[in-house]
């Protein structure tokens, strides 16, 4: 990924080169976030050459600014106190300020104390960006994010042998209400501080969301109930009436696509009344909730109103109880599968595949892969049934430890290494004392799925690299290794040939994930396309039925979103029809679906041509070796089978990827920039669609 360096930018680089006595190179230039700083600084009039000082308030005001950020002060005091034991001995200095960039408090080990660099940063010292330059704590706060400055990325030179790293604390209404920053020597500095502060101020974030919202109801929300607890739950306020109020940066990003936005009602964002939900909450611990895309969430109730008692809940009115029910069982659940239930489901699909000897010959490659205990790459467009697939090498491993999924798309960034690796006892405030295994170690002895593996951070996969190497898994903050057993699957829809092409994948990852390669075919392409489309509307009403030309009618559609787009649209059809059943000599008929009928809950003809444009740009053409020979397989041995649908203007996997995002953008255009019927009408997730419209995409 090309960083793009505009004239401003060049001429802050060459400013700040100048005072320094050298040039870097171009590959040597910092990152976007130390050069829009320099250009701030250079904006600001500052002289990177000069000393610097940074203004000190006065006692009084200092005591008034303690006061007025008095409650999340105290929170980001027991923060530094635990990053304090975590990072001893390693020459550190913490920090906490305010949204001004004054120092409100500081934690720091004696020899940094006594060095010449720590005299200037004292409690009330200013270090806000205008006064003090590119510093961790004044550029999270003009930066809006997390950032890491190192030695001589500092726009003074005084500060060239110390190392920060720094991030924004913001309350329950995304305001910025202050910033933890961790500061070293360049030479001392800890691999994981990044990781450490950006979690601490999570942790922050997330207390004083539900100390703010105490009086109203406060959900967490994860694909995975036993993450429920952790730091990467994403947290929801609603009042009584069911409106959001607020959420945290990690609930946006588990409902990216929907519009959750401070006063939408919660059954625009759920499939249920909030009505059923806050009475289900206020009976059980942990429930199931399904959005308006699909997705399945666990979620624990944090905080309830002081009146929303269980005897409250119970007194809500039995004809809205029984409504809600009616209404959410009208809609066929998708709830995650438990331990153990993957086999049903990796059986159900078999059904309905044996008739393909595509997928038949993917299915057996698998099988043979998973008894050598090598790694897997799954590749196929969005809905085709990747972890089905990793199901089924799981079950045909014969390994008796548990199968885990990971969505890579779907974890932050900064938290990613911990979920990953897991950490150390007591990495932030109110984590388990014995630390976190992490997710890798939790598949000992099963199988890893890593999902969307094109999404892992670059910084991901150079540890991910090492672990396949080793099979030494060492917590975050951690100092001991422990070897784990895991049969390892990644998947995923993206060209990872090109990803490596644009540097941002490691070809040395590829080569390790790529022993074998297998690629399942897009449904429009299936030979048993029919079987499918039975075996899933059973699924969903096991008294429905299709007219044959309503399944020649189906198989028009060009079905970009794969099964999860069929699942959809028969859902549609159900929904359609009438309540009430036709009853002959007594006993009741499913629905009976028409070409018609089907027809009307088939997106339009323009969004079917867009869509099954944008799905030609992304079919892949992989050798899957030892695969039986299948119709599909052309001439030849069977070695090189073609699974997929190429770019019918032909074209490299750049202007492929180029092509794509173009169509992306146009499409956000027509639908009013909403992603979630973006998403629909190309019939991709919601995260690619994200993924196309960052700047590095195009």
Sequence with gaps: MSLVISPERQLAH?????????????????GPEILDSWVRCMRAGLDAARGMTPPVVVAADLAQRRERWARVRRLAQGELETLAQQIAGSNYLLAYADPDGVILDLYQDNRFAMSADAAGIVPGSCWSEAVAGTNGLGTALAHGGAVAVTGLEHYFLGLGQISCTAAPVRDASGEVVGVLDASSYFESRQRHTQALVQMAATHIENRLLVQQMAAHWVLAVHPRSEYLGTLSAGLLAFDEQGRLLCLNARGQQLLVGLQAVPGVQFDELFDEPFALASA?????????????????LGAACISRPRFASLAGARAAPAAVVAAATAASAAIPA????AAGSHQTLVQQHHTSVQQDHAVQ????????????????????????????????????????????????????????????FGYAGGAYTGARREGHAGLIASADGGTLLLDEIRELPLTLQAGLLRFLDDQQVRPVGGTQSRRVDVQLVAATHA???AAVAARSFREDLLYRLNTVRLCLPPLRERQDFAA?????LRQLDSRASLEPAAIERLRQHRWPGNFRELRSVLTRALLAQAPEPAAVHGASLGPRLTAEQVAA??????????????SSLQGFSFDVPWAAASPRAGH????????GALDERGGGCAGLREQSGELVRQALQRHGGSVSQTARALGISRTTVYRYLRPEAG
């Design 495 to 497: 060209d990872l040939d």
């Design 601 to 614: 809950v088939l997106p339009p003809a323009a969004a079917q041509s867009s869509s099954s444009r944008m």
């Design 532 to 536: 499918c489309v039975q075996a899933l």
């Design 280 to 296: 289900r909450l206020a009976r059980q611990r942990e429930v199931s909730l399904r959005d308006r895309l699909g997705s399945v």
């Design 14 to 30: 060459a400013q700040a080169m100048r005072a320094r006595g050298s040039a870097l190179p171009p590959e040597g230039m910092p």
């Design 334 to 337: 998708t709830p995650a599968p």
């Design 636 to 643: 030849g041995s069977g070695a090189d089978v073609r699974l």
């Design 361 to 420: 010959a993917v299915y057996a490659q698998a099988s043979r892969a998973a008894r050598w205990q090598v790694p897997v790459l799954i590749q196929g467009e969005t809905g085709t049934g990747k972890e089905l697939l990793a199901r089924h090498v799981h079950d045909a491993s014969g390994r008796r430890g548990d199968f885990v999924a990971v969505n890579c798309g779907a974890i932050p960034a900064e938290l990613f290494e911990a979920e990953l």
